[in-house]
């Protein structure tokens, strides 16, 4: 069936395809439209900090290292020999004067630059050495120690992109004097989904927590996210879920992460830390902000934050079916080691590659993938309608704002992905 965006996902975005999660066409117009042009996650300063440090990364499909200059700069190249296209890095990270490839043993500076052809000895001419460096992704911005690579030279600048968001990630970040950090490699595995499907239920989800995952969120869990969640979008495809506990609440129920089991893990060591996080956090996020206990975020298009077990994810995609899940496990910088590593475990625990809620979530995301792909069943999309119109403007937090049953933060997302789609899908 020919591919008509319009089609797809309508005015409002009530209705959606199911083709968006299956059709090979959608996807190859995704890789152009999204990934071509939006700003992606590379990684974090702390997984890079010295000099000849690098990191594997992924923009869509397309291999990416992450890498500190000798000059301290970072720098993000595509990993593909200019000679053949074999990856010249084959470490998931490490630290390096040298990238060489393994075919004819051209090699590459930490910062991309073409050193050495081995043949060329044995030649007369040589070629031009400084025109065959790694391909540079054109443009590498950093906020708050998060890196953001892009393919579109114009794309707007990562502050503007990430725009309200940034209050809301603030309300996380600015707890801690030195930032966060991220600590260890990534977890990644392959789930049988659509790239979408996680980033869908992190942007805004959270009502599935009592249904799905009904073995270990405690009724009275799913009963405070109800009354006292919020759902925001700053800008349509980012959004944020939280709760604003009451003024009177007591510390414990106000502090961020440790979420379940976490807190009886943590024992004594992990509360004090808390309380003290907890304490000055009015000081250092304001009044409104120190009282937030997050949920889930998402940034357009695969970035997550998981803020009550603290990871970062990325969901990148491998054909329609297929997803690559980068997995972060992300700490307090300040916080004492013994800490780090009751958060690390917490994180591993919940949402792990073997994690208790990250089992059930990848299940029906495969789930939804096979029931995207139905035959006979494609005229028949899905009902998005949930909330329609019903997010509202806030005196005091940006974004539009609603309870978190209302569906408004994926309608914003496939709304503003079907218009990405649109403006290239002349070009088919
Ligand atoms: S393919 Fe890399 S040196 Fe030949
Ligand atoms: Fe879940």
Redesign the pocket.
Known sequence: MPLKVDELVNADASLISRRCWSDPAVYALEKRAIFGRSWLFLGHETQIPNAGDFVQAYMCETPIILSRGEDHKVYANVNS?R????P?CRADHGNTRRFI?P????SYTVEGALVAIPQESALQGQPDKSALGLQRVPRVERWRGMIFGSFDESIIPLEDYLGDMRFYLDAFFLRFPQGIEFIGAPHRWLIDANWKLPVENQLGDVNHGAFLHSAIIPREAQTLIESLGHSVVTTPGHGATFRVMPEDAPWQDVAWGMEAMGSLLGGSEVQDYLREVQARAAERVGELRARMKGLTYGIYPNLSFLWSNTSFKVSHPRGPGKVEYWSWAVVPADAPAAIKKILRTNYSSFFGPGGLLEQEDAEVWAQQYLGSDIDFADQQPYFYGLGLGEEQPHPHMPGLVSVTANEFYARSFFQRWRDELKAVESDA
């Open positions: 020999c000679h053949r296209g074999l010249v490839c075919y004819h043993n051209w």
